[in-house]
């Protein structure tokens, strides 16, 4: 495996390790927040997180690695820093957003799950997006 591929498995590792902190406390806030039983404040909350969702996917998948100079530590560190941040910002919001729905309309295994496997995909493009780029 290269260089790049073991620092990208890395972030990826350290986002997921971040996210799994994150949600309990996303959880609390939200669930103890004065807002939790405001059903319209809660909806347009979930407005606001799903603009940041949509801007930091846009952001992640006009990312490209084919752009990066592998050869050089520097570039290399700022293109994972970059997508991390954006992989990271993602994960926030989809997390916010299953809590919000949670608290709109109770727990939904499969809209959880979507969210989830929406996750999954954004960190396979990241891995596929590297493995396009290494050809």
Known sequence: MKNIEVENFIKNLIIVGILLFTYFQINDFLRNSPIATEKSVLGSVLVAVSILI??????????????????????????HFATGVLMLLIGLSLEM??????????????FNLSLSLLYVGVILYDFWDLKRAEL
């Not at 690695?65 to 700022?78: S, T, W």
């Not at 957003?97 to 499969?110: A, E, H, P, R």
Request: net charge positive; with cysteine; hydrophobic share 55%.
């Open 97 to 110: 957003t299953s809590v919000i729905v949670k608290l709109l309309m109770g727990d939904f295994l499969i």
């Open 54 to 79: 949509v801007t930091a996917c846009f952001g992640a998948f006009a990312f490209t690695y084919e752009k990066v100079e592998h050869r050089r530590i520097g570039a290399r560190l700022l293109a």
